[in-house]
Structure formats: C-alpha cells, structure tokens
T-cell receptor
Framework: NAGVTQTPKFRVLKTGQSMTLLCAQD?????MYWYRQDPGMGLRLIHY???????AKGEVPDGYNVSRLKKQNFLLGLESAAPSQTSVYFC???????????FGPGTRLTVT | AQTVTQSQPEMSVQEAETVTLSCTYD???????LFWYKQPPSRQMILVIR??????QNATENRFSVNFQKAAKSFSLKISDSQLGDTAMYFC????????????FGKGITLSVRP
C-alpha cells in the first residue's frame, strides 16, 4: 500500500497562474481532507469530502476549489494563485466513524 | 467552535531527560478525541498518541504519555528519556467524533533535543 500520496511535491507559480494538486489514497477511505500549514499557524482545514461526489468548506476555503470524482482521489485547485497561498499543503484521509487521519507527505507551493 | 492552544512556541531539552509539552483546548462537547502529532524535518505528520475523552486513564505509548485533565481542558505530552530523533514540531489536535472527523490543530511547538 502506498497510503496517501500527493503530486507534485514542490511547485513554484507566478501570481495569477492556476494549478491543481492531486491527492490519492489506496486505503478505501471515505473521508479526505486538504490542510494548509503556515509558520505559527498550525494546520488549517481548507476543504474536505465525506464521500465520492461530495465536498464541503473548511476553515479557510477562499481561493480554492476541490473535486472528488473518484473515491480514491481528492483534487485541490487554485484558479488564480496569490502570494498569500504560499504554503505547505497536506492531504489526509480517514475511515468514517474512526478517529485516525493518515497524512500525505505534503506539497510545498510558492507563489511569486 | 473548538479551539486548541499551544502557548509555548519553542522548547529545548537535554538528551535522556524528560520534557512536557502543554496544550489546552476549549469545547462544549462531552465526547471527543485529543491527539499529539509529530512533524520531523521530513515534514511527514506522524500520530504520536491519542486520548479518548471518556477514558479516565491517561494514554501511554512507550516513552510518550499524556496528562489529560478533562475539567481543566488540559492535555499535555510528556516525553521521557528524550532522544535526538524526538527533535520535531509537535501539534496538539482535537476531533469531535461524527463531525466528519475534522481535526482542529494548535499552532505547534518546536522541540529541540540537545546532545
């Protein structure tokens, strides 16, 4: 099992460019999450999904969109990147009704 | 809404000694889970220990143990016999079961273990 994987691991964007971060899990988990980590802020929830075809907003959703067309994949999109979106992005997954979340290795995104 | 507070941004400990990391939280829920996650320089988030609020007994995992004070809403992590590999950022986190299992994190504390 690969667990939770994230693509890409690093990316540099110019302001206004768009990109999609891909999260994939092979554990048949229903729940998937996108967090961002900023210095001194901990991890904050951007969007999450409790099943295929469903998504919901987290604590800091502005400027991001997500899609969960397949159970194993959760995509995070930035339509028009801003320097404030420079961060490390983590994807996580978990089973419904259980407490543990499994994290991917993170993506470091820099917007110049 | 739940909040998690880690008031110490940094701590340092000598190898082989014991260190305690503090965490407080605020919630009106009676049933919840608390966690400590470790993030080493590799950036990978690693679950260290968890505590179910309904359990009175403090959780223990090898050199890691918690002091869970439900009435005080306090959840501290004790690391015994500190090792160089314990150098990392540590996050306290809160989850309400059933609320889509979302985690609320504290801001984290950077722990350095000195040789």
């Amino acid at each position: 099992n690969a667990g939770v994987t994230q693509t890409p691991k690093f990316r540099v964007l110019k302001t206004g460019q768009s990109m999609t971060l891909l999260c994939a899990q092979d554990m048949n988990h229903e729940y998937m999450y996108w967090y961002r980590q900023d210095p001194g802020m901990g991890l904050r929830l951007i969007h999450y999904s409790v099943g295929e075809g469903t998504t919901a907003k987290g604590e800091v959703p502005d400027g991001y969109n997500v899609s969960r067309l397949k159970k194993q994949n959760f995509l995070l999109g930035l339509e028009s990147a801003a320097p404030s979106q420079t961060s490390v992005y983590f994807c996580a997954s978990g089973l419904a009704g259980l407490y543990e979340q499994y994290f991917g290795p993170g993506t470091r995104l820099t917007v110049t | 809404a739940q909040t998690v507070t880690q008031s110490q941004p940094e701590m340092s400990v000598q190898e082989a000694e014991t260190v305690t990391l503090s965490c407080t939280y605020d919630t009106s829920e009676s049933n919840y889970y608390l966690f400590w996650y470790k993030q080493p320089p590799s950036r990978q988030m690693i679950l260290v220990i968890r505590q179910e609020a309904y359990k009175q007994q403090n959780a223990t995992e090898n050199r890691f143990s918690v002091n869970f004070q439900k009435a005080a809403k306090s959840f501290s992590l004790k690391i015994s016999d500190s090792q160089l590999g314990d150098t990392a950022m540590y996050f306290c986190a809160f989850m309400t079961p059933g609320a889509n299992s979302k985690l609320t994190f504290g801001k984290g504390i950077t722990l350095s273990v000195r040789p």
